[in-house]
Structures are given as structure tokens and as C-alpha cells.
């Protein structure tokens, strides 16, 4: 498994600052305070613009990437195949009739 310290993560990453894409006129569109963590191996990008602060965003993004990187890292179960049981499937067919028959006596015929 790979060093996953902020250190580290930081030396693997580009880092990019934008500003960020919400109220607050003037403040929000001159300070640069969102970040984009491209981290070079993987090719996960992540970016945060929930704090005031690029330092608190910055720290929020190594997290978001840092858990995605031990999701990336995480084996896929292999899925055990089962056969349906021969009551379930019985089960299965009489619920199937029973709305068959329920939806056969349901249409209006003329003359009844």
C-alpha cells in the first residue's frame, strides 16, 4: 500500500487554486480559495470548496483523496452464485398466477 501521510500525497499531486463558484460578489471572485488535487499515478482529481480557507480546503481534498485511494485499493468480492430454492420458485409462480388471474378478470367483456 502506498504512503498515504499528507506529505506524501502532496508530492504525488498537481495542486491548482480557484476561486470559488458561489454568493458572495466580490470577496468570492477575487480570492482564490478552492483547490484541485490531481494526483499524478492514479489520475483521481478532487476538488474542495466548502471553507473560506484554501489551508482547510486543501486538508479537506487530501482527505477526499486519500479515501478514495483506499476505495481504489480495496479487493472486488466475487459475487457466489445461488440457485433459487424449489419453494421460492414455487412461490415465484403461484404469486405470477395469481395476478395473471387477476388481470384476466379484470377486463370488461360485453355481455356479462
Known amino acids: 500500500m502506498p504512503d498515504l501521510s499528507s506529505d506524501a500525497l ?3 499531486c498537481d495542486v491548482e487554486t480557484l476561486s470559488g463558484s458561489t454568493k458572495g460578489g466580490q470577496r468570492a471572485n477575487k ?3 478552492g483547490v484541485r488535487l490531481t494526483h499524478r499515478p492514479s489520475g483521481i482529481v478532487v476538488t474542495s470548496r466548502r471553507s473560506r480557507s484554501q489551508f482547510r480546503n486543501k486538508a479537506i481534498a487530501v482527505q477526499q483523496l486519500r479515501e478514495a485511494l483506499e476505495e481504489r485499493a480495496k479487493p472486488v468480492k466475487v459475487r457466489k452464485k445461488t440457485k433459487p430454492t424449489k ?3 414455487r412461490r415465484r409462480l403461484e404469486a405470477k398466477r395469481k395476478r395473471a388471474e387477476k388481470k ?4 370488461w367483456r360485453p355481455g356479462d
Open 31 to 33: 480570492v482564490e480559495t
Open 104 to 107: 384476466t378478470n379484470r377486463s
Open 87 to 89: 419453494a421460492s420458485k
Open 10 to 12: 502532496l508530492a504525488d
